[in-house]
C-alpha cells in the first residue's frame, strides 16, 4: 500500500493505494507516526484506490480514529468503494466512521 498525506487548511490529506491487510496496516501506522502534525487536529482519508481492507486495517482506522478524538478532533474518510463500505457495514464501523462520497465534499465538513 502506498500513502501520500499533504496539508491544506489546516487539514491532513492522506491518499492511500492498494490492499490495507495485515502487512500494510503496520507500516500505515508508523508512516502516520513519522508525518502526523500534532496541532493537526482534522485529517481527510481518500480510500478510492483502496480495493480491500482487513481487521487490520480497520484496526488502525480505529486508532487513528481514536487519536484525532483526544485532540479533539475529526476524520472523514471519502471515495470509498463499495467492497470496502460493505465490511465497515458488516463489522459495525459505519455507525461511528464519517464517509463522504467525493473529496470536495469531505473537505467542505472538515472546513465546517
Do not use: H
Not at 480495493?51 to 480497520?58: E, F, K, N, Q
Not at 479533539?72 to 467492497?83: F, K
Amino acid at each position: 500500500m502506498e500513502s501520500t498525506i499533504r496539508f491544506e487548511n489546516k487539514v491532513g490529506v492522506i491518499t492511500l493505494s492498494g490492499r490495507f491487510d495485515s502487512g500494510a496496516a503496520p507500516l500505515f501506522d508508523a508512516w502516520f507516526a513519522q508525518q502526523d502534525k500534532p496541532e493537526i487536529s482534522r485529517y481527510l482519508l481518500d480510500l478510492a484506490e483502496v480495493p480491500y481492507i482487513t481487521s487490520a486495517g480497520l484496526r488502525s482506522l480505529l486508532k487513528l480514529l481514536k487519536l484525532l478524538e483526544g485532540r479533539g478532533g475529526r476524520l472523514i474518510l471519502c471515495c470509498v468503494a463499495a467492497p470496502v463500505q460493505d465490511l465497515f457495514k458488516i463489522a459495525g464501523f459505519s455507525g461511528f466512521l464519517t464517509i463522504c462520497e467525493t473529496r470536495e465534499t469531505a473537505l467542505g465538513a472538515l472546513a465546517g
